[in-house]
């Protein structure tokens, strides 16, 4: 059932500047390393240097004799940790996490395998390194291989079980998708590799842990409070009520931050062990080696199409990495079901273990890398096919979700391409590699399509209002960065019709009601329905203190026949209205409140509707051949994703976004060493990133069509889709201009190299 929706919005909508700017530019916003206690000790990690083995003797007494050394924690005496069942509402991604220093296998380089204490972080730092560990070393696989043409018989009946896969799974199929391809007057069949890549937020993760006695204070940098309470309390053995999780801030974390890992625990451990606060950060190196990174994937796409250009079948193969630990999954073949019109069609997945960490969710899981294979795919074809790759979208539009069969909520790609190629100058293209000339320079336009999914998780969230006028909106949730403290502070504004500077946002405490993840570009949508309940709550006593309380103006009517509007309580037949404030103010209250929930569509089993934002990515690159020296010139993107709450930050969401993708595109790959097993560039001098010098013009443009099956607002999300199909953009505006087809990433200055357009 569609929501209510919003008439003339008055604030929704309107760009404004974050509401804890301020806070942070004046460096007044803690984050969670910047909470400090009297007597508080610093813990650094013992890191594996190997990948694959046996610890055989983890020795301490030197480090132990070291000045200022209050522990040296192992296996042998953290204490009793346990193994953790996740689920956070009815959505569970991590089945089983296990505690740090389980048992004595190393799985993987940089597995922590002791823990030392210390007064200062240097005294520490010292003794973690005077711990003496012998190993018994087996050869780690880091293969780069993953074999995904093994998935060429997986079907959903009767297929064939792929060698040194696991997992395999036919994750969408309709029609016959073999037949199609053998007598398509078209055929691509193409392989495409992205390497590992690392989530590097300005922040490191870190956790100050307190312990009470009794109970847990974690200040720990998470994009969910209230699944690291959930998952910590039962890692640590209290009940949930003993465990509070607060994460006011965050330096982004790019989900990274979505799952507690085991640095987490192994501070709560030792605080509750020294029975003081213990605060732990890790370092860069291990960023790259224990908090998750997007696993290395090989996709395989082949497509068919009629001279025309009408698609008739696509396969979508894809094979991830994951650790010894845990079946990550990296879903790339999430948007691949409903993007084009296409009769036959078989999405498939497994998994290849190696000895990395865990794998996680990185910006855009699932869409990000599947959207560069498959948007690649149909740029090839629109070549092979000599045809505008724009005109081969819009011939292959659906008019439904045919993966699902149901309607889209919501669906404005067609525009998104129409108006992208209008504002960009497409029309002007001329298709031949190394055609288009300026100022010198070679030119190549490239484009592609996105889509990001759009659902809800479930929301509790409190509105109170105060006898002075301002009003007060909580729940566990947090802000990563995205500016939720804002957009929060807009549709609580909103609602109330009262001065957004009047609003109180109060996030990032596992004690509030609870809230979502910051994650999947959820978090607006998910937070609006309770948002509005809430505010009509509040709004709802208030309306009883007016008709009740003996000071109130209003005292002696009846609560229905009073209204509130725009932040006042009038009679219904008209009258003056008087202001909330002065409502309480004389019945002597200092406040009232209401609480509002909303369920999560999350895991919905009968949706009505296939809900996703769409976008596409329009690029300018130019090339200079004759130093190989390519640039990425402009980007220009229009994004459909409903109703923008506020256009400034969902702009800023969409341009970092794309920078992400130049990095994507050009420079990020972590790089496991053969023989080590080690991420052998885990700094940020040899962890290639775009910088400001790498930025492009960048133009964003959103449609702004609310889809109103989502809440009351028609907000989606905008936290990723931005990522999504940059790099086939990008990587097709290269070919344009250079010639060379990028199957892998990133492309390299040795692949321009060879270029075949060196004149
Ligand atoms: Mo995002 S990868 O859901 O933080």
């Not at 130093?627 to 709450?645: C, E, F, K, Q, S």
Request: glycine share 10%.
């Amino acid at each position: 059932m569609a929501a209510e929706p919003l008439t003339s919005p008055k604030i929704v909508g309107k760009a404004r500047p974050r509401v804890d700017g301020p806070l942070k530019v004046t460096g007044r916003a803690m984050y969670s390393s910047d909470h400090h206690f009297p007597g508080m000790l610093y813990a650094v990690p013992v890191s594996a240097t190997i990948a694959n083995g046996k610890i055989e003797k983890i020795d301490t007494a030197t480090a132990e004799k070291m000045p200022g050394v209050r522990a040296i924690y192992h296996q042998g005496n953290i204490g009793k940790l346990f193994r953790v069942s996740v689920s956070f509402g009815d959505l569970s991604m991590i089945d089983e996490t296990r505690p740090p220093f389980e048992d004595d296998v190393i799985r993987y380089y940089g597995q922590y395998v002791a823990l030392a204490v210390a007064d200062t972080f240097e005294q520490a730092g010292a003794a973690a390194d005077a711990v003496k560990v012998t190993y018994r070393r087996e050869e780690p696989n880091v293969e780069r291989e993953l074999g995904v043409e093994r998935l060429a018989g997986v079907r959903k009946k009767g297929g064939s079980k792929p060698e040194h896969l696991e997992s395999p799974k036919v994750q969408s199929e309709r029609g016959d998708p073999e037949p199609a391809f053998e007598k398509a007057a078209v055929t691509l069949d193409a392989t495409y590799l992205l390497p590992a890549e690392t989530h590097n937020p300005i922040e490191l993760h870190a956790t100050v842990a307190v312990w009470d006695g009794t109970g847990f204070t974690l200040y720990d940098t998470t994009q969910a409070v209230v699944n690291a309470r959930n998952v910590l309390a039962q890692m640590l053995g209290v009940p949930k009520e003993n465990m509070r999780v607060i994460s006011k801030f965050l330096g982004s974390g790019f989900g990274g931050k979505l799952w507690p890992w085991t640095h987490c625990a192994l501070a709560a451990a030792a605080a509750r062990q020294l029975n003081l606060p213990v605060k732990l950060v890790i370092n860069r190196r291990s960023m790259f080696q224990c908090v998750g990174h997007r696993p290395l994937i090989q996709q395989r796409v082949r497509l068919s199409a009629t001279q025309e250009g009408k698609l008739t079948s696509l396969r979508h193969e894809y094979v991830n990495h994951t650790s010894m630990l845990d079946d990550y999954e990296e879903s790339c073949g999430e948007g691949t079901p409903h993007m084009y019109s296409v009769p036959n069609l078989r999405v498939t997945s497994a998994l290849a273990r190696r000895n990395v960490g865990t794998p996680t969710s990185m910006r855009g899981p699932g869409a990000v890398p599947g959207l560069y294979a498959t948007e690649s795919a149909m740029n090839e074809l629109a070549d092979l096919l000599k045809m505008d790759p724009v005109q081969l979208r819009l011939a292959n539009e659906p008019e439904i979700d045919e993966g699902t069969k149901l309607p889209f909520s919501s669906r404005h790609l067609r525009e998104c391409l129409t108006t992208g190629a209008e504002k960009f100058g497409w029309a002007r293209r001329t298709p031949a590699v190394g055609s288009m000339k300026q100022d010198g320079l070679t030119l190549g336009w490239g484009m592609a399509s996105c889509t990001w999914i759009a659902k809800r998780f479930g929301c509790t969230a409190r509105v109170e209002l105060r006898d002075d006028g301002t009003a007060a909106v909580s729940t566990a949730t947090q802000d990563i960065g995205t500016g939720t403290y804002t957009v929060l502070a807009q549709i609580t504004a909103e609602k109330l019709q009262i001065p957004v500077e009047k609003i109180e946002v109060i996030l990032g405490d596992s004690n509030l009601p609870e809230g979502p993840v910051s994650g999947g570009s959820m978090a607006t949508a998910s937070v609006i329905p309770a948002v509005m309940a809430a505010a009509g709550k509040a709004a709802e006593s208030l309306l009883g203190v007016a008709a009740k309380a003996p000071g109130s103006p209003f005292a002696g009517s009846k609560p229905d026949g009073l209204a509130f509007q725009d932040g006042k309580v009038q009679a219904k037949g008209g009258g003056e209205g008087v202001p909330f404030g002065e409502i309480l103010k004389k019945a002597k209250m200092r406040g009232v409140s209401g609480q509002g929930s909303s369920d999560g569509n999350f895991l919905d089993p009968k949706p009505q509707f296939s809900s996703h934002s769409f976008g596409a990515h329009f690029v300018e690159v130019t090339w200079q051949p004759e130093t190989v020296r390519l640039r990425i010139n402009r980007v220009l993107t229009v994004i459909d994703a409903g109703r923008i709450v506020n256009p400034l930050a969902g702009r800023n969401q969409i341009e970092g976004a794309v920078v992400m993708g130049v990095g994507m595109t050009l420079f990020e790959q972590t790089q496991y060493e053969h023989g080590t097993g080690a991420p052998i560039n885990s700094n940020l001098a040899d962890y290639i990133m775009a910088v400001n010098a790498d930025v492009p013009k960048l133009d964003v443009i959103f449609l702004d069509y609310p889809d109103l099956h989502l809440n009351e607002f028609g907000a989606r999300g905008i936290g990723e889709i931005g990522l999504a199909g940059i790099s086939a953009a990008i990587t097709s505006a290269i070919h344009h201009a250079t010639g060379f087809r990028a199957r892998k990433l990133p492309v390299t200055i040795e692949d321009l190299l060879g270029a075949p357009a060196q004149a």
